[in-house]
T-cell receptor, first 112, second 112 residues
Framework: NAGVTQTPKFQVLKTGQSMTLQCAQDMNHNSMYWYRQDPGMGLRLIYYSASEGTTDKGEVPNGYNVSRLNKREFSLRLESAAPSQTSVYFC???????????FGQGTRLTVV | SQQGEEDPQALSIQEGENATMNCSYKTSINNLQWYRQNSGRGLVHLILIRSNEREKHSGRLRVTLDTSKKSSSLLITASRAADTASYFCATLRTDSWGKLQFGAGTQVVVTP
């Protein structure tokens, strides 16, 4: 099983550009997450989806939008990238009541 | 603000020594989980402890939970160079169904 797959792995954007980070899981999980990881800050939750068709804001949702396209896929969109969004982005999935979250390998995003 | 805070931020030990790190959190939880992150990789689940449990073991890992103090500790016994990684606690809050929130992590370096 592939688990959680994120694309792309690396991306450089110019300020103001838009892009979508893709995430797919093959474990039939209901819950999916987007986190960002910055040095010294740990992981901060951007958005959360408890099931297909539902999304909920996390700690740092400003500047981002998400789509839970189906049970497998959960995408994160930056409409107008800013340097403050330079970070490593992780997608994760879990059962509805998480006893364990499974993480992708991350997307390293640089906004210049 | 983040739910969990790990202490210390960094820990350097020699192979064979024990490594202890702590996690404090702010609100009532359903469970608390510990994850490991090797450099440049995604997070990997280590162990979960439920709010009605006080101690759990898994191999060389020992986790304790004190809900009255809102704190947890992770002990790695007889550490190995391969234990070099960052360790994060994550909490499942009772007031935030399904959302896992992470602390800033403890960076552990084990020297051969």
């Amino acid at each position: 099983n592939a688990g959680v797959t994120q694309t792309p792995k690396f991306q450089v954007l110019k300020t103001g550009q838009s892009m979508t980070l893709q995430c797919a899981q093959d474990m039939n999980h209901n819950s999916m997450y987007w986190y960002r990881q910055d040095p010294g800050m740990g992981l901060r939750l951007i958005y959360y989806s408890a099931s297909e068709g539902t999304t909920d804001k996390g700690e740092v949702p400003n500047g981002y939008n998400v789509s839970r396209l189906n049970k497998r896929e959960f995408s994160l969109r930056l409409e107008s990238a800013a340097p403050s969004q330079t970070s490593v982005y992780f997608c994760a999935s879990s059962e509805e009541f998480p006893t364990e979250a499974f993480f992708g390998q991350g997307t390293r995003l640089t906004v210049v | 603000s983040q739910q969990g805070e790990e202490d210390p931020q960094a820990l350097s030990i020699q192979e064979g020594e024990n490594a202890t790190m702590n996690c404090s959190y702010k609100t009532s939880i359903n469970n608390l989980q510990w994850y490991r992150q090797n450099s440049g990789r995604g997070l990997v689940h280590l162990i979960l402890i439920r709010s009605n449990e006080r101690e759990k073991h898994s191999g060389r890992l020992r986790v304790t939970l004190d809900t009255s103090k809102k704190s947890s500790s992770l002990l790695i016994t007889a550490s190995r160079a391969a234990d070099t990684a960052s360790y994060f606690c994550a909490t499942l809050r009772t007031d935030s169904w399904g959302k896992l929130q992470f602390g800033a992590g403890t960076q552990v370096v084990v020297t051969p």
